[in-house]
């Protein structure tokens, strides 16, 4: 008994019935929690914002996030730099008055821990035009960056993070 295909017809059927095509990347239900510590503002108690220092809610230009000729920001998984949780934060950047938690934080004791978001520290969108990038190869991921999800004038992504600014709450339990 033969077949109505011929042997190469054959093949291309057993390949196309064997391979399953990938699954395109699904972000998470729930935006990422991360956490960040930051300079509280007196007045109304969120981050304060700046591209001044790192304990501010911005991206320094060319350290924390890279920037094209034209203003660009380039997606090299570059960003303004987060935690899964406080105490996986540097120890330089959790505020002093933790020391009874962390022995060795040393932060500013304007600085407070912020987190915003709910779900698992995994890749996925933290807010409007971004998302979080965990690093690769450390298990447990112990940091990450959000970043801008396309190429946008870097002015574009200052206002992104600082459209968060409503989101983050203090978390130092």
Known sequence: ??????????????????????????????????????????????????????????ARPGIDITVDAAGIVVLDGSGMSVAPGWRALDFTRIPRRLRHIVPSARGSPKAACFTMGVGQFQRGLVANGMELIPDSGQVPVAHGVVAPIHAVPLSQYQTDLESTRPDWQIDED
């Open 1 to 58: 008994m033969s077949l109505p295909f011929n042997s190469r017809e054959r093949i291309a059927i057993i390949v196309s019935m064997s391979s399953a095509p990938e699954a395109p990347f699904q972000p998470p239900a729930q935006p990422p929690k991360v956490y960040r510590a930051m300079l509280q503002n007196p007045a109304d108690g969120l981050p304060t914002v700046g591209t001044t220092n790192s304990s501010q809610l911005g």
